[in-house]
């Protein structure tokens, strides 16, 4: 039978300076991302204790909905309700909320970034670009993504989202990764045109965030000192001979 660990006070310690580190870094980066469209915010948070007696750090993304901002471009979109946009980058697909698109030089549909925005394809699951006529004046997009170009179809965005069980991971400042997809109902969506989404991070909520892990982090910082001077006065002081 295994002997358990009692962690020690400087153990403690320890894995609390690291738990609110990695909270500061998260709430840096929500700070970060206020102004950037699409954003999703991360939370912190620790786990009960392990099996060697420390706190295990955790994160998961937070998918609520941003605010939905009008912008009256035709080629900006953001997603009301379930679902990501998909687009193809160099490490694989990847899942986005939207945000200011436009055509590239071979007028295919892209992210700002200049990744393709993925379309349902002919069902063979081989990516499929979103290409537009080069006389193309007006451009349309409805509510389930179906676009039109002078009124005739040229695609319909893909929109899938993280399967049950599967990881979700920020893949950049907009975009996703997701161990596992599955495609979305259009009932369960409907794409705005026109319109961007915001980041959900709330920069007031954010900066409280931050003074509430900057003073915990002096505060455990205090406690390892005092911990520190107990110790040297029980080596230097006790053992002295009276």
Do not use: C
């Amino acid at each position: 039978m295994g002997t358990s660990i009692t962690p020690t006070g400087f153990d403690s310690a320890v894995a609390a300076l690291r738990y609110w580190d990695r909270r500061q870094e998260v709430v840096a980066s929500n700070l970060a991302n206020v102004n950037t469209d699409g954003f999703k915010g991360e939370r912190a948070f620790a786990h009960l204790l392990d099996e060697s007696g420390t706190v295990a750090i955790g994160t998961a993304t937070d998918l609520r909905p941003g605010t939905m901002r009008p912008t009256g471009q035709p080629l900006d979109v953001a997603i009301d309700g379930d679902g990501f946009l998909v687009v193809d980058t160099p490490q694989g697909e990847r899942l986005s909320r939207g945000g200011t698109l436009r055509l590239d030089d071979q007028r295919r549909l892209v992210d700002p970034s200049g990744h393709l925005v993925l379309g349902d394809g002919d069902g063979s699951g081989a990516p499929a670009a979103i290409t537009f006529p080069s006389d193309a004046a007006k451009v349309a997009i409805g509510r389930d993504g179906t676009i039109t170009a002078d009124g005739s179809a040229v695609g319909r965005l893909r929109v899938e989202r993280a399967a049950p069980g599967a990881t979700l991971t920020h893949a950049g400042d907009t975009l996703f990764a997701a161990s596992a997809t599955e495609p979305v109902a259009p009932t369960a969506y409907g794409v705005r045109q026109g319109a961007r989404e915001e980041s959900n991070v709330h920069p007031l909520t954010a900066m409280v965030d931050m003074i509430d892990v900057q003073r915990a982090f002096g505060t455990v910082q205090k406690a390892l000192s005092t911990l520190d001077t107990v110790r040297g006065i029980a080596v230097t002081e006790l053992g002295k001979p009276v």
